[in-house]
């Protein structure tokens, strides 16, 4: 009887123990090889919208298609587009036209100004010549060709007047003559205008990656603006690992990491931490509201959750990837031979639970 209470005692101490030490391993490790499987693979996901509107008229992809970046997708009717470039064109050609017959015009009032200046000196001296005879000689001409050479001269600076008028009325009309010119720089932007529109009738891939949500066929009505497809880019991927806040004791850049794939079970890959977050939104509060506190209920509350960015040391795994995967990460912040062993050999197993999972 005694000898199986014992026993009892023993097995008691022993599994005590055994705890203690599970307790201690758990506490070191979550300090030192934190490790995670609240771990995804994040990428872009690209809209793929027109810029012009139009009916698909060609479609070179399909649902999943690998594309590169600039390969053809889909092209919209091209038709009304180069009719508004070749309108443009015309337009353009047109305020050319007008602005070489303004020019014309100018010249026309110049020279009408250079005549009537011309007539005017003549009149002008006339008119002095006038003045000095009857001065000299009051009974030499008659008061006719006096009010003659007077009117002619009054007349002659009339003339320059109205010269200086329309010639700065033209001018001012004509505006510049050269590309500053308003309604030539109009036509301009048209055209440019109506050959970006028609530039945007290809829509190509703007990444490398892969077609999803694709429901497109020829005849389809694309509006600009309005998606028609999407793109995951397979160009910019990254892995998000969110570690508990003990788990960031003694975390940080540039340490080494293993992290194995549910996509390619029974692998696990170097990896080095490349970030680690700051904060976290934890509470949806607008400018002026006051904080909300949030009461926790039992008796351990849950621990706050930071993303930690891992980067994998061969660039080739990225390719086997799936935005969305799933994956398993530990972390080595220290030196220690033993909890790093133990982590490694925690990975690797999981690795190959990941066949049966």
Request: net charge positive; no cysteine.
């Amino acid at each position: 009887m005694k000898s199986k209470k014992a026993s009892a005692k023993k097995i008691s101490i022993l599994v005590i123990v055994l705890t203690f030490i599970i307790m201690l391993f758990n506490v070191l490790s979550s300090r030192f090889t934190p490790s995670t499987n609240q771990t995804r693979v994040h990428g872009l996901n690209l809209s793929l919208a027109p810029m012009v509107s139009g009916y698909i008229t060609r479609v070179d992809v399909s649902l999943h298609s690998q594309v590169k970046e600039g390969d053809t997708l889909f092209i919209i009717d091209r038709k009304p587009y180069e009719i508004a470039v070749t309108q443009a064109e015309i337009n353009l050609e047109n305020v050319i036209q007008n602005l070489t017959a303004g020019l014309s015009g100018l010249k026309a009032a110049t020279a009408q100004l250079n005549s009537a200046r011309v007539k005017l000196d003549r009149a002008k001296k006339n008119w002095e010549r006038t003045q000095r005879v009857m001065a000299q000689n009051e009974g030499a001409l008659s008061e006719a060709d006096r009010d003659r050479s007077e009117s002619s001269y009054l007349t002659a600076i009339e003339h320059v007047a109205t010269a200086k008028a329309n010639l700065e009325g033209q001018k001012t009309a004509l505006g510049p003559t050269d590309a500053k010119n308003p309604l030539v720089k109009a036509a301009i932007n048209q055209l440019e205008k109506a050959n970006w529109d028609l530039e945007h009738t290809v829509i190509t891939a703007p990444s490398d990656g892969v077609i999803e949500s694709f429901n497109v066929e020829t005849g389809y009505f694309a509006s600009a603006g309005h998606a028609i497809a999407s793109l995951i880019s397979n160009k910019t991927i990254w892995i998000q690992a969110n570690f508990t806040e003990n788990n960031l004791t003694h975390l940080k850049v540039n340490d080494e990491a293993g992290i194995t794939f549910d996509i390619d079970a029974g692998e696990v890959y170097k990896a080095k931490v490349t970030s680690i977050a700051y904060g976290v939104k934890t509470q949806n509060t607008n400018a002026g509201d006051l904080p909300t506190v949030r009461s926790q209920q039992g008796w351990l509350r849950e621990q706050q959750r930071f993303p930690v960015i891992i980067a994998l040391e061969d660039q080739v795994v990225y390719k086997k990837l799936r935005q969305g995967s799933q994956a398993n990460v530990v972390v080595y912040t220290g030196d220690s031979f033993v909890l790093n062993t133990l982590a490694k050999f925690k990975i690797w197993l999981t690795s190959k639970f990941s066949y049966v999972r």
